[in-house]
């Protein structure tokens, strides 16, 4: 699996993060099925809880492309190699992904390493589980 093109959008989307607050800026980027690629980055506010985490920006830009199924992630950070998704973007990606959906963990060189989404996340919220 060559994950260059999504590691590439990611780090594009990380060089326009609105990080003023924290100086941490973070870029993410979802595959869908069909091959297409959205990308986020973090957008921080003043008032603190109100900011965007980068994968839900990036999810925000697929919902407005038409939608899909997510196989693949990826988030970087400029500050942190090997990012994970926070707890919130967790449960917002497993709404999307797919049951073999994988994470790329990155630097701001690239790929470092790839696991299972459902490793990081293996029992999200559904309401198929509770009906």
Not at 11 to 30: E, I, T
Not at 106 to 112: A, K, M, Q
Request: aromatic share 8%.
């Amino acid at each position: 699996m060559n994950a260059s093109d999504l590691f590439s959008a990611a780090s594009a989307a990380m060089k326009n993060a609105y990080a003023p607050y924290s100086r941490f800026p973070v870029g993410a980027a979802v595959r869908t099925e069909a091959g297409t690629i959205h990308a986020g980055c973090n957008i921080e506010n003043a008032s603190y809880p109100e900011g965007w985490c980068a994968e839900t920006t990036a999810l925000g830009h697929l919902v407005m492309a038409g939608g899909g199924r997510v196989t693949e992630i990826a988030v970087v950070a400029e500050k942190m190699p090997k990012i994970m998704p926070c707890g919130g973007c967790r449960q917002r990606l497993a709404e999307f992904a797919t049951e073999d959906a994988v994470l790329h963990l990155c630097d701001t060189n690239g790929v470092l390493e790839t696991v299972p989404f459902s490793a990081v996340f293996p029992r999200g919220f559904s309401f198929e589980d509770g009906k």
